[in-house]
């Protein structure tokens, strides 16, 4: 996460001031070619046009607003001695509301200077008041170190700004407890270290005026239900010591921004999210590489014997890889300065070689101008590579989002996205690096073969048009609620008032805790009745943690979830750690710890399991005649059993294996419809293909999904079948892949038609003839892609989007 967020009205050219953290390295060379000639160059290589849409980004004048009459001279200045003229338009009205007392959340883009809207309210009144105090969550600790420095050099008098996170030294805690008025801090701390230790922060919290939380999208699924609880702890304790703060949220664009932070906060938030600050024009291209015939040399090389993949279907597109390899290669021999972003360290590597090769082979030695830049170098190391690419002794660049967290790089001339980065905030985040003060840039989003890429390239107004993904969490998932429940009551015994602060669930979750013996009951309220504190870890979900270790050293990388450790961490596993590739030697499931050793194959591994799916109850339905819609709760018993190797140059199969692990259940949320066998007779599907239909439509749903929720297609499960005996019909389930649900199924369900009909789209959109991994082909499934029918899965869908209702 960059720290990108100082915009505001200068004196001089926003750029050159917007980065106080990081290094930043700005035009070199002169002017490469306009974007426009410059695409219309790289589109005229092939044969067919790869282009779907050409979006040009105006450029922006900023709207600036009179400072609130209410920020003190003194505030001004200060504002205005680091250069500040005034403030946007939508950092006034976010000040505004939050100086009245309104709850706030400002949603918009990247480098829109969300940290005035809050900095301007807060600073006013710690000044105005003297004993006012302010409490900053960011989710990292380089992003509150950020905030530190920007706070601190406003040199405004009895602020006295401090981080408190796990670096803080023992020594300097209670002074920070004592006299800072502005802290920062992170979610877990306050969950490990604030609030159980809330008397001694009875000063600081009874005196909260405000509390800023940052990057407030990064709170979702499991770990935003977390957050959301520790949350309502924290205005619990505040309420206690007689305080009301007001809460102020900055988030990226995304779709109703203003249900997700009341969810988070459990609050009425108003939503702030016209952008008026100034940015400069893009090209934005989308670019689909083109499906290769199915005779093509990638295809054949690994004839399906050798794969043991009889089952799949042989067209592919060509790999996104190498078509930007490709593009990063006509870019730099233009002389045109270039990033190109790829998701893995090993795909960057491919990217940046490929690309050399294809200069060496016009002129030797042009190869020189490209290098990958990732995670793991040294500082010395990436100061040189930034060095080099402002002097333009190197022009192309191909790197992981390691970029996004080190340096800031900006006045490039053109971005190559390989691959959606998954969330449109990543996306502009990425896009955000093209261009210099005043000129034109472009940028080229390089679809993958998925679904949602596919979905992507061809419609741009899911890009450029109002967002529809929007940041979901589900505070009432009864494995989060308990365990938060039982922190709480650590800290303080329940009351009846506490289950109204903790929602929906609350009373079942304590009744729970009391037929399990964690909490007593007595007439001043729900009492926890044990000596140590419940462990719980934010980020964790019930099922114990698997420890990553590395066996040569025995050092601990980190931890995967316990539900996901099969997937990820099954022996033979390629696992990225911060960029860096192991390979899982064994898991031990008894010990729960993976040992692995860092390598660097050519490979990515796919695990895939079996799975079985029982109706537990149905929370809510749309009885749509032969079509129904459901949402409810489902157990899901599932078992890895093997796992495939995949080359990551081309994405070929090199084969399957065998795995022995045991299966495991999961209790958690799904939506699911389903359809009358006749209503699929009379569409024209013969009873022969409805598996194939249903698994195709089911593929794409979830392939879908995360255009709708900031989920990864990881997150969520899928399940299809001609009849299900819970449900007597021919069914399709999507389920969230977390215990008790992240909301993922639940926003599915909410925006169902539209789900459903992008999903539709994508499929009848994808120019493949029988289906492929940019339709209806999935990498995680279970059963080999088969049986799969692309045409009747459109049928199946156009059946129940002719039935439900929008
Ligand atoms: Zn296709
Ligand atoms: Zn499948």
């Keep these: 996460m960059t720290s990108d967020d100082f915009s505001s009205a200068r004196h001089t050219p926003r750029r050159d001031l917007e980065s106080s953290s990081a290094a930043t390295v700005s035009a070199g060379p002169g002017p490469g070619p306009a974007p426009a000639d410059l695409l219309r160059r790289l589109r005229a290589r092939g044969a067919a046009d790869p282009v779907t849409h050409v979006e040009r980004v105006p450029a922006r004048a900023g709207v600036p607003a009179p400072w609130p009459s209410w920020a003190s001279a003194e505030l001004r200045a200060a504002f205005t001695r680091r250069g500040v003229v005034a403030p946007w338009q939508h950092q006034a009205e976010a000040a505004n509301l939050a100086y009245e007392g309104q709850h706030v959340i400002v949603a918009t883009g990247t480098a829109s200077g969300k940290s005035l809207a809050y900095q301007l309210p807060a600073l006013a009144t710690l000044l105005a008041d003297p004993r006012a105090t302010v409490l900053y969550l960011a989710p990292t600790k380089a992003l509150a170190a950020d905030q530190l420095r920007a706070v601190a050099a406003l040199e405004l008098e009895g602020v006295r700004p401090a981080c408190y996170d796990g670096d803080t030294p023992r020594t300097e805690r209670e002074w920070i407890r004592r006299h800072s008025r502005f802290v920062l801090t992170n979610p877990d701390m306050l969950h490990h270290g604030i609030l159980p230790g809330h008397a001694q922060w009875s000063g600081f919290l009874r005196r909260l005026a405000y509390v ?8 979702r699924g499991v ?60 090209t934005f291209a989308l670019w689909e590489p083109p499906l290769l015939p199915p005779d093509s040399s990638a295809a054949s090389q690994v004839p399906p014997q050798a794969t043991g993949e009889h089952d799949e279907l042989h067209q592919v597109r060509r790999s996104a890889l190498r078509e930007t390899a490709d593009l990063l290669a006509d870019t730099v021999a233009e002389g045109v300065r270039t990033l190109a972003f790829v998701r893995s360290r090993k795909g960057a590597e491919v990217v940046a070689a ?36 402002l002097h333009g002794d190197l022009l192309g660049l191909a790197s992981t989002n390691a970029l996004e967290l080190g340096v800031d790089l900006v006045g490039l001339d053109a971005v190559l996205i390989c691959g959606y980065p998954g969330t449109r905030a990543s996306l502009w985040q990425q896009a955000g690096r093209a261009g210099r003060s005043g000129q034109e840039a472009l940028a080229v989003l390089v679809a993958r073969d998925d679904p949602l890429d596919t979905y992507l390239v061809h419609h741009p107004e899911a890009i450029f048009g109002a967002p529809v993904e929007a940041t979901v969490l589900d505070p009432a998932n009864p494995y989060v609620l308990a365990p938060q429940l039982a922190c709480a009551a650590v800290e303080a015994p329940l009351t009846p008032a506490d289950l109204v602060l903790f929602g929906e669930g609350a009373k079942e979750a304590v009744d729970e805790l009391v037929a399990a013996g964690a909490l007593r009951q007595r007439p001043t309220g729900w009492y926890w009745r044990h000596w140590e504190r419940p462990e719980v870890d934010l980020r964790g979900e019930g099922g114990a943690p698997v420890a990553v270790v590395e066996s040569s050293t025995g050092r601990l990388l980190g931890t995967v979830d316990g539900s996901s450790s099969h997937f990820l961490l099954h022996s033979g596993a390629v696992y990225l750690h911060q960029g860096v590739s192991y390979v899982v030697d064994q898991l031990d499931l008894a ?3 993976a040992l692995v050793r860092a390598e660097e194959p050519d490979w990515s591994t ?19 005649g032969p079509v129904g819609m459901f949402l409810g709760e489902v157990d899901v018993t599932s078992q890895v059993v093997s796992y495939q190797r995949r080359r990551i140059a081309t994405g070929e199969v090199i084969d399957t294996r065998p795995l022995d692990l045991p299966s495991r259940e999961l209790r958690t949320v799904a939506v699911w419809f389903t359809l009358s066998p006749q209503s699929l007779a009379l569409a024209g599907v013969q009873p022969a ?12 749903a979830i392939g879908l999904l995360p255009l709708m929720a900031t989920c990864d297609r990881w997150d969520i499960g ?3 079948t001609a009849l299900h ?45 029988a289906g492929c991994p940019s339709c209806v082909q999935s990498p995680k499934c279970g059963n080999g892609n088969n049986p799969l029918s692309k045409p009747d899965a459109i049928r199946v869908l156009d059946v129940v989007l002719t039935n439900l209702p929008d």
């Design 725 to 769: 005996p819970d449900t007597e019909a021919p069914t399709v389930f999507v389920y969230d892949g977390h215990p008790g649900g992240a909301g993922f199924a639940e926003r599915a369900y909410g925006t169902a038609a539209a789900w459903l009909r992008a999903t539709r789209d994508a499929i009848a959109e994808c120019g493949c003839e």
């Design 212 to 219: 800023v939380i940052d990057e407030c999208h990064t709170y």
């Design 606 to 624: 796919h695990a895939r399991d079996v799975t079985d799916l029982s109706v537990v109850s149905v929370r809510s339905y749309v009885d749509a």
């Design 354 to 389: 490929n690309a050399r090769r294809a200069l060496d082979d016009a002129v030797p030695g042009l190869g020189d101008r490209v290098a990958a830049y990732r995670g793991g170098y040294l500082r010395e190391e990436r100061r040189e590579l930034e060095r080099a690419l």
């Design 718 to 720: 899928g399940l299809s």
């Design 223 to 282: 770990f935003g239900s977390h957050v959301a609880h520790v949350l309502r702890r924290l205005r619990r304790q505040c309420a206690r010591f007689g305080a009301t703060p007001v809460f102020v949220l900055a988030s990226a664009t995304s779709g109703d921004p203003a249900t997700a932070a009341g969810r988070l906060t459990g609050l009425p938030v108003t939503a702030v999210t016209e952008d008026a600050s100034p940015r400069g024009g893009v």
């Design 591 to 593: 010990d729960g710890c």
């Design 689 to 700: 293909d409805v598996p194939g239909a249903l698994h195709a439509a089911e593929h794409a």
